[in-house]
């Protein structure tokens, strides 16, 4: 009997250790190496105003809460606008970063790129983007109020679609894979302003 009940404990704190480790590396590093974009915000030279006004902040992270963020997505009337929430300890959110720093530069004349930094605090911020560098901003949002209002409820990445009009038309939890994925998505939500 002893020996049964041994196993079982064996059993139960494998499995305790398999699933701490697993929930460990999902948060952590992803182990890719930095990916530092300083030619992405040149790519964007001569954007229109209220996307240069945008593109002037790369790679800062702004204060300001729901407030700030819901004026800037109003001051990019008449522009589609892709928002990217992340975390520095988010391993998806690492990994997802070169598809948007190549997306970004590559629709950025003509679509707004915004970033939320949720649940996080600004050192850490800061230091992941000093080797993770975007073409555009992101605002603080240490207790996710800006993430809740976008419905990115469901963990990070998340990133969430605006048509020109300054409509949320979708959220999508997760992170993307590439950067076709990304585009399509882009045409389809902020764009053409289909709703999920």
């Not at 006004?53 to 790679?59: D, G, H, I, K, V």
């Not at 009337?77 to 928002?83: I, L, M, S």
């Not at 915004?114 to 992941?128: C, I, P």
Request: charge should be negative.
């Amino acid at each position: 009997m002893k020996t049964a009940v041994h196993r079982h404990l064996l059993v139960f704190a494998l499995l305790s250790v398999t699933c701490v480790g697993l929930v460990l590396a999902g948060c952590g590093d992803s182990g890719e190496d930095p990916s530092p974009a300083p030619d992405y915000a040149k790519k964007l030279a001569g954007a229109p105003a209220p996307l240069a006004s945008l593109y002037e902040q790369a790679n800062e992270l702004l204060p300001g809460g729901t407030d700030a963020f819901d004026e800037r997505i109003k001051g990019l009337h008449g522009y589609p606008a892709v928002v990217n929430v992340w975390a520095s300890w988010c391993g998806p959110c690492r990994a997802e970063f070169p598809v948007f720093q190549k997306t970004a530069a590559a629709m950025g004349k003509k679509v707004g790129f915004l970033g939320v930094n949720a649940q996080d605090n600004d050192d850490a911020a800061n230091t992941f983007l000093s080797t993770h560098q975007v073409p555009y901003p992101s605002y603080t949002d240490p207790d996710a109020d800006i993430a809740h209002d976008l419905g990115a409820t469901h963990g990070y990445p998340a990133t969430a679609f605006y048509d020109a009009e300054g409509n949320l038309t979708y959220t999508k939890s997760g992170p993307f894979e590439n950067q076709a994925e990304l585009e399509d998505a882009i045409r389809q939500y902020a764009i053409n302003g289909d709703s999920g």
